[in-house]
């Protein structure tokens, strides 16, 4: 299951070097970056994903707890598991181009969040923090 892709080497690869990444783009980088680098930012998934879709297409989806779907993207069938690939590229290059527009603003915030609870999320937010001035209603 879930837990299992921080255990051992996955720990490293899907925790610590995401987070390490993240963590150096916001805090460590000054520098603007560009349209381009924003595209680039999608190539890693790309390919992962593109791996992980061959993988699957050339030896089955195998049966539990030997699947080679580890991530279970395609337990409700291929078309459900190609979508899903296509929303993790496209929020990539949308967190990408968040980061960008973020280092570009002089002042004021930009809030993402990824916990399928956004709208509570946010409430949260509004409702603590307010929408800052610009955005009085």
């Given at each position: 299951?879930?837990i ?6 996955n ?40 791996g ?66 956004g ?13 800052g ?5």
């Amino acid at each position: 299951g879930y837990i299992n892709m921080f255990i051992g080497a996955n720990l490293f690869f899907h925790g610590l070097v995401p987070l390490a990444a993240a963590f150096e783009i916001v805090f460590l980088c000054d520098r603007q970056f560009t349209k381009r680098e924003n595209n680039i930012a999608v190539i890693a998934p790309l390919v992962y994903g593109t791996g992980y879709l061959i993988n699957i297409l050339i030896n089955g989806m195998g049966t539990w707890p030997d699947t080679n779907d580890w991530y279970l993207f395609f337990a409700w069938g291929y078309p459900v598991g190609f979508v899903i690939y296509g929303v993790i590229v496209a929020v990539t290059w949308l967190l990408a181009f968040a980061m960008r527009k973020a280092k570009e603003m002089k002042t004021g915030s930009i809030l993402a969040t990824l916990s399928g609870r956004g709208d509570k999320d946010v409430d949260y937010v509004v409702e603590h923090y307010g929408y800052g001035e610009q955005f009085t209603l």
